[in-house]
Every structure is written in structure tokens, then in C-alpha cells.
């Protein structure tokens, strides 16, 4: 995937999970920075699960990296409030 297309599924990804999660968004590069991290962690997810996108092409990939995000800001709030609550 060229650089430009990482940018852009990251972006969407990270913005769509920020607003489904209740956020206002960490920002462009926070928000982009989520959405890679979270294409990796919905790869995973998906390969463990034994599924694949319901959707195929680009839709499919922002689909994946969306799920993704969501695990990864769910999993990133669960511990920064078991933190700040010892």
C-alpha cells in the first residue's frame, strides 16, 4: 500500500473510532497514528477469529483498521482508568 493510502485509511479509521468511543479525537497525527495501529491490531483480531472484511477493496481495509481502533482505544482507556484509580 503506498504511503498516501496508510495516511488516509489511518485518518478515517482513527476519526470514526474516536467519535464512535466518545472522544473529540487526539488530533490529525494522534487520529492517523490510531487508525495504523488499529489496521494492525483489526488484522490480527480478524486472522484470530478466522474472518475476513465483509466488504472488499478499500471500504474493506478502513473497515478493518476501524474495528481495530475501537479495540485499541477501548483496550487504551481501560488501562489509563485502572490507573488513575489506584
Known amino acids: 500500500m503506498p504511503i498516501l493510502t496508510w495516511l488516509i485509511v489511518g485518518l478515517v479509521a482513527g476519526v470514526l473510532a474516536s467519535l464512535v468511543m466518545g472522544g473529540s479525537g487526539y488530533g490529525?497525527?494522534?487520529?492517523?497514528?490510531?487508525?495504523?495501529i488499529g489496521a494492525f491490531?483489526?488484522?490480527?483480531?480478524?486472522?484470530?477469529?478466522?474472518?475476513?472484511?465483509p466488504f472488499g477493496g478499500?471500504?474493506?481495509?478502513i473497515f478493518v483498521a476501524f474495528i481495530g481502533a475501537v479495540v485499541l482505544l477501548f483496550l487504551l482507556r481501560?488501562?489509563?482508568g485502572a490507573r488513575y484509580r489506584a
Not at 41 to 53: D, E, K, N, Q
Not at 58 to 61: A, N, Q, R, S
Open 28 to 36: 490529525l497525527i494522534g487520529d492517523i497514528i490510531i487508525g495504523i
Open 41 to 53: 491490531v483489526g488484522g490480527w483480531l480478524f486472522r484470530a477469529l478466522g474472518t475476513t472484511s
Open 58 to 61: 478499500l471500504g474493506g481495509v
Open 78 to 80: 481501560l488501562i489509563r
